[in-house]
């Protein structure tokens, strides 16, 4: 039994054991320990398998400055995780502190900074995954981030990118999925990773954060046994069987607990009641997650490279944790409007974002009404300010024009693979073929939902002027030999007009300045974004991109549950707080204008060119779609004094005056309704509800209340899943933000 002040002695004469056992008694009297006075791999050792390898996450922590502080300078080195039978090693060649994993055939990761590429390297012919290790420019030492046993985002990482290896083995090169797995995980292969360090610490730190969530947290359970009973018979048992269980006594138990202990509590009722009958244990697995959960990803927009992606909050415990960037679909929302139903109408349908419709009460077909968020209507809408604001009604109006299956299609254009197409892969169990070709598709009604990684993707087309890169996690791909096996290459296909691009983007950039995004406006960078509620509020979404990165963040509850209202406004706050340090030290400029858009006068409630009368706004517009002709609902005066000149960078319009047919005479009527009501209606009654309200009252009531104004709390998928891809009746009452 020893002291703590036995502990130096111990480890310097090999006692290692006897250390970590003195050490783990009196964990709190860690910073007392000179490491410097200790032989690096025993110390290491020592305060690592002590469990407290969190002290290396740091660069404040003592021994983030004290390991490896040979002659003042850190030395490059791997710092153990707490695993059986593992070894220390030195990787000269890397100027950074990395984190070696052993879990399984993963052995280790190491980032080669002169390159900026993670290296998955090779050692004894099995895999050892290179990766998130970096160096402060601002500091003389290293900062490690903690992986062990999965305890952090690094394996999920890991796995996306060997799950994206093995299938493009068995795709490009024709292994069965045994032989690629084989290949992988014993063959001596080397992968270039797309992921950069720098990112990855920001989205690392910030989730690991607890003041970027909610004060009220609760703890979702996952469980599994297996049981053999006195027959010999091995049982599985299940979360859903647990739930189930305890509903007999409680039809409102949900596995959210207030606490792990309370949750474990029901734990072992329930597994005593299957022990009863003299069953004794095989495994079981329990873990914990906290909640409400959110989920990011990171892509170049330029390269399709994914620079960072995580998973979920709170600690992992398990190397094949889920990953909720890339493992899970969720209900997409509003960001769905712009990609179903605005992309296609100005692309191809002749519409521009001066297109109006009206904002009015509205139904589907089967007569469920179209709920905007806002429980109002706005009259005459542009396409502008119906993004802006968020707007249900314009965007169900506007995708029965483009129509639902031309909007699938352009889903599928943009990457998505989780859709509905009413074909027989889409049959259920039940005999039910399901499609997404449906009016609430506008509204993101979806019948399995998205990934996050996928929507990220989606957007970042838009911001690479409309040319899609399939998400790219790793550039190449090396033989034992190494020779280049797989390369991957940044080429993708254009979905959208370079000019379609640029005009969604002008107008999302109102969604951040004025409109429903307000609260995801950053001080060091342009951004324009798009905005997503259901309208339960389980799924909240912000997608938003700069002019060099785009990112996604969702945020909800494991189990599909409602957000309370205090837990509406955080993901926000993670994407503003990850990209603002993600830009840090970048030049801020505005997105490229193409030489195919052009910027014009017209009337506000037509989108043609404005006569005398009219309400006149000026909007930007491809150059094949500038209107040419005028505006047949105000008064124009005489012809003389009616008509105007209306100029562009490149020609004047100025052509004869076409009568009205309504009023041929031209007196006064319509003049004060026309200016006034299309004044206060687009303008004023948008931004002020969806900007200045949200924006002046802050992120928590703030958003929400411009949100709601604007068009982005109140709505929602109703039903938005699985009734939202039926064909009529079940997707009607689908409303969003």
Same mark, same amino acid.
């Given at each position: 039994?020893m002291?703590?002040?036995?502990i130096?002695p111990?480890v310097?004469?090999?006692?290692?054991d006897?250390?970590?056992?003195?050490?783990?008694?009196t964990p709190?009297r860690a910073?007392?320990?000179?490491?410097?006075?200790?032989?690096?791999?025993?110390a290491?050792?020592?305060i690592?398998?002590?469990?407290?390898?969190?002290?290396?996450?740091?660069?404040?922590?003592l021994?983030g400055?004290k390991?490896?502080?040979q002659?003042?300078?850190?030395?490059s080195?791997?710092i153990?995780?707490?695993l059986?039978?593992?070894?220390?090693?030195e990787?000269?060649?890397?100027?950074a502190l990395?984190l070696e994993?052993q879990?399984g055939n993963?052995?280790?990761?190491?980032?080669d900074?002169?390159?900026?590429e993670s290296l998955?390297a090779?050692s004894?012919?099995?895999?050892?995954?290179?990766?998130f290790?970096?160096?402060?420019?601002?500091?003389s030492f290293g900062k490690?981030?903690v992986?062990?046993?999965?305890?952090?985002d690094l394996?999920?990482?890991?796995?996306?990118?060997?799950?994206?290896v093995?299938n493009?083995?068995?795709n490009?090169?024709?292994y069965?999925r045994?032989?690629?797995?084989?290949?992988?995980y014993?063959?001596?292969?080397?992968i270039?990773?797309?992921?950069?360090?720098?990112i990855?610490?920001?989205?690392?730190?910030?989730?690991?954060?607890p003041s970027?969530?909610?004060?009220y947290v609760?703890?979702a359970?996952?469980y599994?046994l297996?049981?053999?009973?006195?027959q010999g018979?091995?049982?599985?048992y299940s979360?859903?069987?647990l739930?189930?269980y305890?509903?007999?006594?409680?039809?409102e138990?949900?596995?959210?607990f207030?606490?792990?202990?309370?949750g474990?509590?029901?734990?072992?009722?329930?597994?005593a009641?299957i022990?009863?009958?003299?069953?004794t244990?095989v495994?079981?697995?329990?873990?914990?997650?906290?909640?409400?959960?959110?989920?990011?990803?990171?892509?170049d927009q330029?390269?399709?490279?994914?620079?960072?992606i995580i998973?979920g909050?709170g600690?992992?415990t398990a190397s094949?944790?889920?990953?909720?960037?890339t493992?899970?679909?969720?209900?997409?929302?509003?960001?769905?409007?712009?990609?179903?139903?605005?992309?296609p109408?100005?692309n191809e349908?002749?519409?521009?974002l001066?297109?109006t419709?009206?904002?009015e009460?509205y139904?589907y077909?089967?007569?469920?009404?179209?709920n905007?968020?806002?429980?109002?209507?706005g009259?005459?809408?542009?396409?502008r300010?119906a993004i802006?604001?968020?707007?249900?009604v314009?965007?169900?109006?506007?995708?029965?024009?483009?129509?639902?299956q031309?909007?699938?299609?352009?889903?599928d254009?943009?990457?998505?693979?989780t859709?509905?197409?009413g074909?027989?892969?889409?049959r259920?169990?039940?005999?039910?073929v399901?499609?997404d070709?449906?009016l609430?598709?506008?509204l993101g009604?979806?019948?399995h939902g998205?990934?996050?990684v996928?929507?990220c993707?989606?957007?970042?087309?838009?911001?690479?002027?409309?040319?899609?890169?399939?998400?790219?996690?790793?550039?190449?791909?090396?033989d034992h030999?190494?020779?280049v096996?797989i390369?991957?290459?940044?080429?993708g296909?254009s979905?959208i007009?370079?000019?379609?691009a640029?005009?969604?983007?002008?107008a999302?950039?109102?969604?951040?300045?004025?409109?429903?995004?307000?609260?995801c406006q950053?001080?060091?960078?342009?951004?324009a974004?798009?905005?997503?509620?259901?309208?339960?509020?389980n799924?909240?979404w912000?997608?938003?991109?700069?002019p060099?990165?785009?990112?996604?963040v969702w945020?909800?509850y494991?189990?599909?549950?409602?957000?309370p209202?205090?837990?509406?406004?955080?993901?926000?706050?993670?994407?503003?707080?990850v990209m603002?340090?993600?830009?840090?030290?970048?030049?801020?400029r505005d997105?490229?204008?193409?030489?195919?858009?052009d910027?014009?006068s017209?009337c506000?409630?037509?989108?043609?060119?404005?006569?005398?009368?009219c309400?006149?706004?000026?909007?930007?517009?491809d150059?094949?779609?500038i209107?040419?002709?005028?505006?047949?609902?105000h008064?124009?005066?005489?012809?003389?004094?009616?008509?105007?000149?209306?100029?562009?960078?490149?020609?004047?319009y100025n052509?004869?005056?076409?009568?009205?047919?309504?009023?041929?005479?031209?007196d006064n009527?319509g003049?004060?309704?026309?200016d006034?009501t299309g004044?206060?209606?687009g303008?004023?009654?948008?931004?002020n509800?969806g900007?200045n309200?949200?924006?002046?009252t802050?992120?928590?009531t &703030?958003d929400?209340t $411009? +949100? @709601? /104004?604007g =068009? #982005?709390a !109140?709505g929602?998928?109703t039903?938005? &899943?699985d009734t939202? $891809? +039926? @064909? /009529?009746? =079940? #997707?009607? !009452?689908?409303?969003?933000?």
């Open positions: 039994d002291s703590f002040d036995g130096i111990a310097k004469s090999g006692q290692v006897l250390g970590i056992a003195a050490f783990t008694k709190e910073e007392e320990i000179d490491f410097s006075d200790l032989y690096e791999k025993s290491q050792l020592l690592v398998k002590a469990g407290n390898a969190d002290l290396y996450s740091t660069k404040e922590s021994a400055q390991v490896g502080a002659k003042g300078t850190i030395q080195q791997l153990q995780t707490a059986p039978d593992s070894e220390l090693f990787l000269e060649k890397y100027p990395a994993v879990n993963i052995a280790g990761l190491v980032v900074q002169a390159v900026g998955i090779t004894n012919g099995g895999l050892e995954v290179s990766n290790a970096f160096t402060s420019e601002e500091a490690a981030v992986a062990a046993k999965g305890s952090e394996l999920a990482e890991v796995n996306t990118v060997i799950d994206q093995v493009d083995l068995m490009i090169k024709g069965t045994t032989q690629a797995q084989n290949l992988v014993s063959g001596g292969l080397s270039y990773t797309t992921q950069d360090a720098r990855q610490s920001i989205l690392d730190e910030e989730y690991a954060d970027n969530y909610p004060d609760q703890y359970l996952d599994a297996t049981v053999k009973n006195p018979e091995e049982v599985n979360k859903e069987m739930k189930l305890f509903q007999n006594e409680d039809p138990f949900d596995l959210l207030d606490s792990q202990e309370e474990q509590e029901y734990v072992d009722r329930y597994k009641s022990l009863a009958d003299g069953s244990v495994a079981e697995r329990v873990s914990f997650a906290p909640q409400p959960q959110s989920s990011m990803s990171v892509i330029h390269t399709g490279y994914v620079k960072a998973g909050r600690e992992k094949l944790t889920l990953n909720r960037a493992d899970t679909t969720r209900q997409p929302g509003s960001t769905f409007k712009i990609l179903s139903t605005y992309a109408a100005l349908k002749g519409m521009t001066a297109t419709f009206e904002d009460p139904n077909p089967d007569g469920s009404p179209v905007n968020a806002s429980k109002s209507y009259g005459t809408t542009t396409i300010k802006q604001n968020s707007v249900n314009v965007a169900v109006k506007c995708l029965e024009e483009v129509t639902p031309l909007g699938l299609q352009y889903l254009n943009f990457g998505f693979t859709l509905a197409h074909t027989e892969a889409d259920d169990a039940n005999g039910t399901w499609t070709a449906n609430p598709l506008a009604g979806l019948t998205v990934t996050n996928e929507l993707a989606a957007y970042a087309a838009i911001a690479n002027s409309g040319n899609y890169i399939e998400p790219i996690y790793y550039t190449k791909i090396l030999n190494g020779n096996l390369e991957k290459n940044s080429a296909r979905v007009k370079e000019s379609t640029w005009l969604l983007t002008s999302m950039e109102d969604v951040v300045t004025q409109g429903t995004g307000t609260a950053l001080d060091n960078m342009t951004v974004g798009k905005t997503g509620t259901t309208d339960a509020y799924d909240l912000f997608v938003g991109y700069t060099y990165y785009t990112c996604a945020s909800g494991d189990n599909n549950e409602k957000l209202e205090d837990a509406r406004n955080f993901h926000k706050n993670l994407w503003k707080k603002t340090r993600i830009h840090e030290g970048l030049e801020d997105f490229d204008m193409p030489a195919s858009v910027k014009i017209v506000e409630e037509t989108g043609l060119l404005p006569r005398a009368g309400p006149v706004i000026t909007e930007y517009f150059i094949g779609d209107p040419t002709d005028y505006c047949d609902q008064f124009y005066g005489d012809d003389e004094s009616g008509m105007q000149e209306y100029t562009t960078e490149e020609e004047i052509p004869e005056p076409t009568p009205d047919p309504n009023n041929p005479n031209g009527t003049d004060n309704t026309g006034n004044d206060n209606t303008d004023n009654t948008g931004d509800t900007g309200t949200g924006d002046n802050g992120d928590n &703030g929400n $411009g +949100d @709601t /104004g =068009g #982005d !109140g929602g998928d039903g938005g &899943g939202g $891809g +039926d @064909t /009529g009746g =079940g #997707d009607a !009452g689908y409303t969003e933000e």
